[in-house]
């Protein structure tokens, strides 16, 4: 199952009240596909962790749907959600952690990660194009 919409439409069969109500809590689950769209995004969002620390500190332990007023769990819609896009079974944390490289940039700041990589690679053809470009007009 992929993108919010049809997240919060089943959370409506299953809860009641409309897809409206919890979209919000869906477009936060899947958030992470900002930073990849790999579903190694999932390791963010989709996670023991994440649906009993962060979704209640964002939306509350429970949250008033807007159709009827009744209150529903935080939780129980991020692991519904975890649920559908994982064919039933919601992973912890550590299930993603336990899987990853540890490269040298993450053992106290040894070398420099991919990203940093990246935009020292940037900076370096900003500041060589501005010194040719210096070059040509004081020649």
Known sequence: MSKPWIHA?????????E??????????MDS?????????????THNTYFV???????????FKRKSDGKFIST???????????????IPSASDFLDCMNVPDWMMNGKG????HALI??????K????????RIHVD
């Not at 897809?19 to 936060?28: A, T």
């Not at 790999?38 to 963010?44: E, G, I, K």
């Not at 500041?127 to 210096?134: A, L, R």
């Open 32 to 44: 992470s596909k900002v930073a990849t769209s790999l579903p190694t995004h999932r390791a963010l």
């Open 75 to 89: 939780r129980d819609i991020g692991e519904q959600h975890i649920a559908e896009d994982f064919n039933g079974f």
């Open 52 to 62: 009993s620390v962060i979704l209640p500190r964002i939306f509350g332990e429970v």
């Open 112 to 115: 420099e990660p991919p990203s």
């Open 127 to 134: 500041e060589s194009v501005e010194q040719t470009h210096n």
């Open 19 to 28: 897809p409206e109500d919890y979209l919000d809590i869906h477009s936060v």
């Open 120 to 125: 020292l690679k940037q900076r370096k053809t």
């Open 9 to 17: 439409r089943s959370s409506a069969r299953k809860f009641g009240g």
